[in-house]
């Protein structure tokens, strides 16, 4: 029975999953069936229809929206810690907070008076009223489609995501401790 446009539940209960008896070589993968297409074609996915409507909502590119909430959340943050907690290229968070500034959103301020020492950002009185607004909006579309999922679903979905980025971080790091 072909599967309808708007069925949820994921690949048909007869399609055989090709990542069960997997060998170490992922000899029977096709490039469709790697983990990392499946979750950046999500992920793109998600971040369109998602993500863009309600950044798009309050004027914000959605690099603009992962840095006014990653400074939100931290209160003050040095320019590298911003980097490495929105996991994004340096420039790219370099572009998103010069806006943000030129907008009026976020205050970058000089580590001990100089650039070179780097910048630390902090969210300006007008870019904590945005946020507040923008927060509810993100929160009710994120919920929205978590929701999709039953609690069963999400909780196994939830360990998996982040045992997964346990295990790029051991890679990335074999000294770091998870």
Same mark, same amino acid.
Request: charged share 30%; proline share 6%; net charge neutral.
């Given at each position: ?58 004027? #914000?590119?959605?690099? @603009?929206? &992962?840095? %006014? ?5 931290? $209160?003050?943050? +040095?320019?590298?810690? =911003? ?13 998103? #907070?010069?806006?943000? @500034?030129? &907008?009026? %959103? ?5 580590? $001990?008076?100089? +650039?070179?020492?780097? =910048? ?19 929160? &009710? ?38």
């Amino acid at each position: 029975m072909p599967r309808r446009k708007n069925d949820l539940s994921g690949p048909h209960p007869t399609d055989p999953c090709p990542w069960t008896g997997i060998d170490e070589n992922g000899t029977d993968l096709s490039v469709d069936d790697f983990i990392t297409t499946l979750v950046v074609r999500t992920a793109n996915s998600l971040r369109r229809v998602v993500t863009l409507p309600y950044s798009e909502q309050f004027g #914000l590119t959605m690099a @603009e929206w &992962r840095m %006014l909430s990653v400074v939100a959340e931290a $209160d003050s943050l +040095p320019f590298s810690d =911003l980097v490495k907690r929105s996991e994004t290229d340096k420039s790219l968070v370099s572009r998103a #907070l010069r806006l943000l @500034e030129t &907008r009026g %959103l976020v205050e970058l301020e000089a580590v $001990d008076g100089s +650039p070179r020492r780097g =910048l630390t950002c902090r969210l300006s009185p007008a870019g904590r009223t945005l946020y507040r607004r923008a927060m509810p909006v993100a929160q &009710r579309a994120q919920a929205a489609m978590i929701r999709v999922l039953d609690e069963e679903e999400r909780r196994v979905l939830y360990r998996t995501l982040h045992k997964l980025r346990r295990a790029c971080r051991d890679e990335e790091d074999p000294e770091q401790e998870a």
